[in-house]
């Protein structure tokens, strides 16, 4: 409902300025929500949106879908971008799962949209690679994880890290419960 001028403005309030670096983007090598193998490496040549969702979180990840997917349709240009997201809970994370958020959110027709999952230890990688923060509480009730955003140029170089609390207490992030926790 903002005025996209200043949806800028918000999100730096909201979230600091944006981190910008020049550096190769980690590797990954994950599973898409088809079942195909999926590399950081196969998509170059496109600018990557890149970040890390609980496919059954009910607060922040369906809103940051919801955003990705508007993105999209704004761009228009599928062939020069991927909007790819990694999946951030440790026990919900088969193809199956992944399929049904996609389902959900609407994200079923964009050609350029690849849900990552895989193996615990690739995806643990992944989380590290990126400075994910992922954490199972409440007898395995919830999972907190880092809302983090990153840009990769078309020659597979990490641009930009969105997301970033402004303050010193570490990374936003979601949990499936309903409401923004900052890590201790």
């Given at each position: 409902s903002l005025d996209p001028h200043t949806a800028a403005i918000v999100s730096e309030a909201l979230n600091g300025q944006p981190q910008t670096t020049s550096r190769?983007?980690?590797?990954?090598?994950?599973?898409?929500?088809?079942?195909?193998?999926?590399?950081l490496?196969?998509?170059?040549?496109?600018?990557?949106?890149?970040?890390f969702l609980d496919p059954v979180c009910t607060s922040d990840c369906p809103l940051i879908a919801q955003q990705l997917r508007l993105a999209d349709q704004d761009l228009g240009t599928p062939a020069t971008t991927a909007?790819?997201?990694?999946?951030?809970?440790?026990?919900?994370?088969?193809?199956?799962v992944?399929?049904?958020?996609?389902?959900?959110?609407?994200?079923?027709?964009?050609?350029?949209?690849?849900?990552?999952?895989?193996?615990?230890?690739?995806?643990?990688?992944?989380?590290?690679?990126?400075g994910v923060s992922v954490e199972t509480?409440?007898?395995?009730?919830?999972?907190?994880?880092?809302?983090?955003?990153?840009v990769i140029d078309r020659q597979g170089r990490l641009r930009a890290q969105l997301g970033a609390d402004p303050g010193a207490s570490g990374a936003r992030t979601s949990k499936t419960s309903g409401s923004k926790q900052k890590k201790p």
């Open positions: 190769p983007a980690p590797p990954l090598l994950l599973t898409d929500q088809y079942g195909k193998q999926v590399s490496r196969s998509l170059r040549g496109r600018t990557v949106a890149l970040t909007f790819v997201a990694v999946v951030a809970n440790p026990l919900y994370r088969s193809v199956a992944v399929r049904a958020f996609d389902r959900q959110e609407g994200l079923t027709a964009l050609p350029n949209w690849y849900y990552l999952t895989g193996s615990l230890p690739a995806l643990r990688a992944a989380w590290r690679a990126y509480v409440a007898a395995g009730s919830m999972v907190f994880h880092s809302d983090l955003a990153f």
